[in-house]
């Protein structure tokens, strides 16, 4: 499922030419889970990380992106 709901966002942003970059983070502490599934829609880390915090858990956020080709020119 999030898979198709992954590619529902990139039909709908394809049609901005402006929107060039698909962008998430990813928490350490999911990372185990998150990070193949996102490899596998084409996302890389960017390097990019800051704190985060949930309640009593605290870990680190991650940036992760990915390009948007878009379907029309400006």
Same mark, same amino acid.
């Given at each position: ?5 992954? #590619? ?5 942003? &394809? ?15 999911? =990372?185990? #889970? =998150?990070? +193949?599934?996102?490899? *596998?829609?084409?996302?890389? +880390?960017?390097?990019? =990380? ?6 009593? &858990?605290? *870990?680190? =956020?991650?940036?992760?992106?990915? +390009?948007?080709? *878009?379907?029309?020119? #400006?």
């Amino acid at each position: 499922m999030g898979k198709q709901i992954h #590619e529902e966002v990139l039909t709908l942003v &394809q049609d901005y030419p402006s929107i060039t970059t698909c962008r998430i983070t990813i928490v350490d502490t999911n =990372a185990a #889970e =998150a990070e +193949p599934f996102w490899t *596998s829609l084409g996302y890389r +880390p960017t390097g990019e =990380a800051s704190n985060h915090a949930a309640a009593d &858990q605290k *870990s680190c =956020a991650r940036t992760w992106t990915r +390009p948007v080709t *878009s379907r029309r020119k #400006e």
